[in-house]
T-cell receptor, first 115, second 111 residues
Framework: DSGVTQTPKHLITATGQRVTLRCSPR?????VYWYQQSLDQGLQFLIQ???????AKGNILERFSAQQFPDLHSELNLSSLELGDSALYFC??????????????FGEGSWLTVV | QQQVKQSPQSLIVQKGGISIINCAYE??????FPWYQQFPGKGPALLIA?????SEKKEGRFTISFNKSAKQFSLHIMDSQPGDSATYFC??????????FGKGTRLHILP
């Protein structure tokens, strides 16, 4: 158990809908990362937050947004869902950002199926 | 833009053999190269990592070899065991806080 908690574990929704994925980082970790995993694209970095502020941005679509709250949990909002958004979404956390060699710990992921 | 290229996509190795997975990167600003191991239904977990100031790092049966001039690094699993069957991701990171992953290698060790 990495200590990173993600909910829900599985989610099925229709195209055009909006969903929210939730992540609680490891105790003491200030930085949260979101990744999307699909069969053909591997692990794609979406976005990173540190202590409530956006720190780095990757290949995140404009239909997607995220935030980190004062209690350090994070939410990833996916809207206007398309079939191609079906994937496994991982949250990860680490103690500090920007420190090379900083181990990031992954949750077990949220499976999103868009039908 | 794929900044970390990983090969092969899948690999089958006999028990006791050596598994080798290769990665190449483009961004010379990368200065941290971890390998993650992922079992089905689980999130990736850090296996071993290396910095570019060393050419090799060994932890048990797992070794990273690093070639800075070629911008390549590889994972060697010695005496591969069925329990090593998993998906392996190489990654690279730098001061911009992003950890960029390769597309993964599905390793299957035959018993």
């Amino acid at each position: 158990d990495s200590g990173v908690t993600q909910t829900p574990k599985h989610l099925i929704t229709a195209t055009g809908q909006r969903v929210t994925l939730r992540c609680s980082p490891r105790s003491g970790d200030l930085s949260v990362y979101w990744y999307q995993q699909s069969l053909d694209q591997g692990l794609q970095f979406l976005i990173q937050y540190y202590n409530g502020e956006e720190r780095a941005k990757g290949n995140i679509l404009e239909r997607f947004s995220a935030q980190q709250f004062p209690d350090l949990h994070s939410e990833l909002n996916l809207s206007s869902l398309e079939l191609g958004d079906s994937a496994l979404y991982f949250c990860a956390s680490s103690v500090l950002p920007g420190k090379t060699g900083n181990t990031i710990y992954f949750g077990e992921g949220s499976w999103l199926t868009v039908v | 833009q794929q900044q970390v290229k990983q090969s092969p996509q899948s690999l089958i190795v006999q028990k006791g053999g050596i598994s080798i997975i290769n990665c190449a990167y483009e961004n010379t600003a990368f200065d941290y190269f971890p390998w993650y191991q992922q079992f089905p239904g689980k999130g990736p977990a850090l296996l071993i990592a290396i910095r570019p100031d060393v050419s090799e790092k060994k932890e048990g049966r797992f070794t990273i070899s690093f070639n800075k001039s070629a911008k390549q690094f590889s994972l060697h699993i010695m005496d591969s065991q069925p329990g090593d069957s998993a998906t392996y991701f190489c990654a690279a990171g730098g001061r911009d806080d992003k950890i960029i992953f390769g597309k993964g290698t599905r390793l299957h060790i035959l018993p």
